[in-house]
């Protein structure tokens, strides 16, 4: 498609298990985050890839929490052992990688943890 | 810590009442500055964008904001707002000092027009 896919678009798991959510940038864009949203909290920077450097970890909440982003394309946000208050929206967004680059966001993955 | 701070949480206007949405940020140095909309049900997108020149941006649906080094600010304003701009408004900063960047955004702002 042609815009950033997200999935699953909901996901409904138990406390203590782990969770894998994915994200499919636009094709051809470079830079790719994760934010987390929860109501009264705004969008919460996780993590960010640019191209082949390190990615920008210093958002993630726990040890948690890890993602990774397989050739340049696809990212796994993957939360181990997750707690109630781990539910949220996972929202990814991708770009152009320049300085000036507008965010396209997909329509997140809803995470509830029970 | 680096951040963008928007004041207001939750407005609530009726129609044609003029709108302004606060927005600070705490770098030094040359940022980049946007705002974010998100509408009931749908996805975020780019309102505008300041990069240089003119420090008054014109954006989508008759948005526009100002940037005030002076006062590290970008405020939103629409001098008239509809039922249709209810939605969520996030402000945002990319820093270009360094060799990487990030977006880091502000809380966001949640407006309910009135009809």
């Known amino acids: 498609g042609a815009g950033v896919s997200q999935s699953p678009s909901n996901k409904v798991t138990e406390k203590g298990k782990d969770v894998e959510l994915r994200c499919d940038p636009i094709s051809g864009h470079t830079a790719l985050y994760w934010y987390r949203q929860s109501l009264g909290q705004g969008l919460e920077f996780l993590i960010y890839f640019q191209g082949n450097s390190a990615p920008d970890k210093s958002g993630l909440p726990s040890d948690r929490f890890s993602a990774e982003r397989t050739g340049g394309s696809v990212s796994t946000l993957t939360i181990q052992r997750t707690q109630q208050e781990d539910s949220a929206v996972y929202l990814c967004?991708?770009?152009?990688?320049?300085?000036?680059?507008?965010?396209?966001f997909g329509e997140g993955s809803r995470l509830t943890v029970l | 810590a680096q951040s963008v701070s928007q004041h207001n949480h939750h407005v609530i206007l009726s129609e044609a009442a003029s709108l302004e949405l606060g927005c600070n940020y705490s770098?030094?140095?040359?940022?980049?500055l946007f705002w974010y909309v998100q509408y009931p049900g749908q996805h975020l997108q780019l309102l505008l964008k300041?990069?240089?020149?003119?420090?008054l941006v014109k954006g989508i649906k008759g948005f526009e904001a100002e940037f005030i080094k002076s006062k590290f600010s970008f405020n939103l304003r629409k001098p008239s707002v509809q039922w249709s701009d209810t939605a969520e408004y996030f402000c945002a900063v990319i820093r270009t000092t360094s060799g990487t960047y990030k977006y880091i955004f502000g809380t966001g702002t949640r407006l309910k027009v009135l009809a």
């Open positions: 300041y990069f240089s020149g003119d420090p």
């Open positions: 967004a991708s770009s152009r990688g320049q300085e000036t680059g507008e965010l396209f």
């Open positions: 770098y030094g140095g040359t940022v980049n």
